[in-house]
């Protein structure tokens, strides 16, 4: 079935640019076909290997796949000049950063080639298997659907099930699909090693036809004003507040237990386009660099994370938001030499104890990068790229991020100490 879907927008109503239409498209998905799994790709990608989206089904409803929130795909892109002056391939991230994160708690959520499993969209923590009924021998035997039901509330203790309207919206038939999707989506319990799944060869019965009524609540639930008063964007879905909202949804996953896998094809799973001058690259850097200072400043900051998230985690989580500041010792660094030979005064005037410590850090750290690049096959000519346009987004883009991201906190604080010194005045002069 394919179902063209376009969100209201109303003068007076936030859409939320892209979180807005894909929590949109959660709901309306929900009402219509309530597929358990969710693939995520933006206007300028294709998909390019059609075994992609089974492989990464296979890994989430495989053993061991019942905690998975998503699989996080390389992106390719095509139409890029041969040398790759820009470093628009981003090979250092995606076949270095992202395979180093498969081993902690999974890669971030980059915004697309992406499969979700749509109960974790929902807001829910992941499943534990103790949560499972256990029946008595002298018990009568229930159908397996009846052994392996799960209500919203065993994943959640502190949800009433009153209180669902105010969390997903006064839809009966949205709320109605969230334990099915959960159900649909489990691991095939064909293994005894399976605590947590479901029987095989349920998923093959035959789906009701749509009516009327069903598709009158998917138009219903893409309206504009669905989301007033509801936790959408706030806990529920693609969260609003950043530019970045993949990675700061892929965080909030991450912080409820939930893990992700990076699966890297032997062939491209999905390709797309990427900016062919520098101007759209450092346009799409800042955009970048301005989401990582918003996190930073927000409470998605990963020093304010939950005990579930994982210390190698959290650390990769704090470079998201911390790394557009390195651009202030960059500019330091790129300006010192010129400094010296102007002035005269070189930084080294003799060698000492504090240079060779120094010397020994940066060999150190040459040979961690050779080590790095060798495990994840970067070729040399790739990573010299990734550095030179490094320094170029860093002593330009990153480093005007920084300075507008100071100047709003301080008007910020400026702005609520006012505030704050004028109800004092306020209560001072009415009493």
């Not at 799994?37 to 990464?56: K, Q």
Request: aromatic letters at 12%; glycine letters at 8%; charged letters at 20%.
């Amino acid at each position: 079935m394919l179902v063209y879907m376009s969100r209201e927008k109303r003068s007076g109503y936030d859409h939320n640019k892209k979180a807005g239409a894909m929590n949109a498209l959660v709901r309306s998905s929900a009402v219509l076909s309530n597929g358990p799994f969710i693939l995520n790709l933006d206007c300028d990608h294709y998909i390019y290997n059609c075994m992609a989206v089974r492989e990464g089904i296979s890994i989430m409803m495989d053993r061991g796949g019942e905690d998975v929130c998503y699989i996080q795909f390389p992106q390719r892109f095509e139409g890029i000049d041969p040398s790759d002056r820009y470093a628009n391939h981003n090979t250092v991230f995606f076949d270095g950063n992202l395979r180093a994160l498969d081993g902690v708690q999974g890669p971030y959520y980059v915004g697309t080639g992406c499969m979700f499993r749509r109960f974790a969209l929902y807001g829910f923590d992941p499943p534990k298997p103790d949560l499972l009924t256990s029946k008595k021998k002298d018990d009568a035997a229930p159908s397996p659907i009846e052994t392996q039901a799960l209500k919203a509330t065993d994943f959640d203790p502190d949800l009433d099930v009153n209180e669902l309207p105010k969390r997903f919206g006064n839809s009966t038939l949205l709320s109605n699909s969230i334990p099915i999707a959960e159900f649909q989506g489990r691991p095939i319990a064909d293994h005894p090693a399976v605590k947590y799944g479901r029987p095989p060869g349920v998923l093959r019965n035959a789906c009701e036809p749509l009516d009327a009524t069903t598709v009158a609540e998917a138009v219903s639930v893409n309206s504009c004003w669905y989301e007033d008063k509801t936790e959408w964007g706030d806990r529920v879905g693609w969260i609003y507040g950043s530019v970045t909202e993949d990675v700061v949804t892929g965080y909030r996953m991450h912080n409820r237990g939930w893990r992700s896998i990076y699966c890297l094809t032997k062939r491209d799973a999905f390709r797309g386009s990427a900016p062919i001058n520098l101007t759209d690259r450092l346009h799409q850097v800042l955009r970048w660099a301005t989401g990582s200072v918003e996190i930073f400043f927000s409470r998605n900051n990963a020093f304010l994370a939950s005990k579930r998230l994982k210390w190698l985690q959290r650390l990769a989580y704090i470079n998201i938001g911390v790394y557009p500041f390195t651009s202030l010792f960059l500019i330091v660094y790129c300006f010192l030499p010129a400094l010296s030979l102007l002035s005269g005064h070189f930084i080294v005037n003799n060698v000492n104890a504090t240079f060779l410590i120094y010397l020994l850090m940066t060999l150190c750290l040459i040979g961690l990068v050779v080590l790095e690049i060798r495990w994840s096959e970067v070729l040399l000519e790739d990573w010299w790229r990734n550095e030179q346009f490094w320094l170029i987004s860093g002593t330009s883009a990153h480093f005007a991020v920084v300075i507008q991201g100071l100047l709003k906190v301080i008007l910020l604080l400026t702005h609520r100490v006012y505030y704050f010194g004028s109800q004092v005045i306020r209560f001072g002069w009415v009493s």
